[in-house]
């Protein structure tokens, strides 16, 4: 059976797109995880790839094979009847709390970087958001096929631009201290759970949409393998920023600095990639409590923002570094479980 390189392509563009949202996009989470330990968090960035590689095509290939419609369905699989419910439920409240986050971070976009009111960021984002929703994985399937490439190139025109600075090497192999040191060995691990266990809302049904095995399994990898190079391409940008931890939006910082002519085009992209990441979020949510309420769409999607909107009212940075960890280590059991099953 031939690989559909087209679908493979769109698959890979969909995951890198659902994982890729706004700690991601502005550098945030890449900092909270990985950049901020220095060298040792390089070494954590390719123990993520790997598993971001392997388990990302696992996941979707099981979804095609037992034609999972949400991550509830194989989630049931997973972890069985009873353990998958509880499961469910926690998977319910973690994509409210990612969605805030990605929320917040649109609105810290637009008042950090565009001098404009959070609140206006908020609102554009949602009314955005529910316009896509409406056409449903088409949309979601659009908007990440025309972000996620370009977004791939700044992260690589960065580091390009980064390399040539003085001292790279030197920033590259540093290890600072940190209080929290420990979590270094831990961030690989809870950060790819996180981010697979919270992808599973978006690459469960667009995987077992596209049904066939090997298109699945290439769209997994290559997916994976560009997750990795776009981490590795950030972490050589984020080292070479002095004092990267009190910045909301790292990336665009830089961007300031090195490359000043494209800033206006980077701010739109990582809009666009926290924007994606809404949507993939809200999609799986609305999956999941149509299970629970026969309720419409569009009334599910609305009550879905209006709580959504009240959390992101936190300060972004703070939302991000309280709730990301707590949720990956929460997300470390499934993990295992997929790594165990056949």
Known sequence: MKTNWGAAFQIAAVYVGTVVGAGFATGREIVEFFSRFGFIGLVGILMSGYIFIFHGSKLMRISARIGARSYQEFNLYLFGKYIGTVVNLLMLFMLLGVCAVMLSGAGAVFSEQLGLSKSLGLFVTIFLSILVMIMGTKGIFAVNSFVVPIMVGFSFMLMLLSMRLPNFLEQVLFIPYAEDGWKSVVAPFSYTALNLGLAQAVLVPVAAEIKDDRTVKWGGIIGGLLLTLILLSSHFTLVMLPDLESYE????????????????????????????????????????????????????VSGIFAITYLISLIEYGVLLSFLYPIFGYCCLVFIILLWMKD
């Open 249 to 300: 939006i790292p990336m665009a910082v830089i961007m300031k600095n090195l490359a000043s002519g494209f800033y206006w085009i980077f701010i739109l992209v990582i809009y666009g990639e926290i924007f994606t990441s809404v949507i993939g979020n809200v999609f799986g949510l609305e999956r999941q409590v149509k299970t629970y309420f026969s309720l419409p769409s569009i009334l599910i």
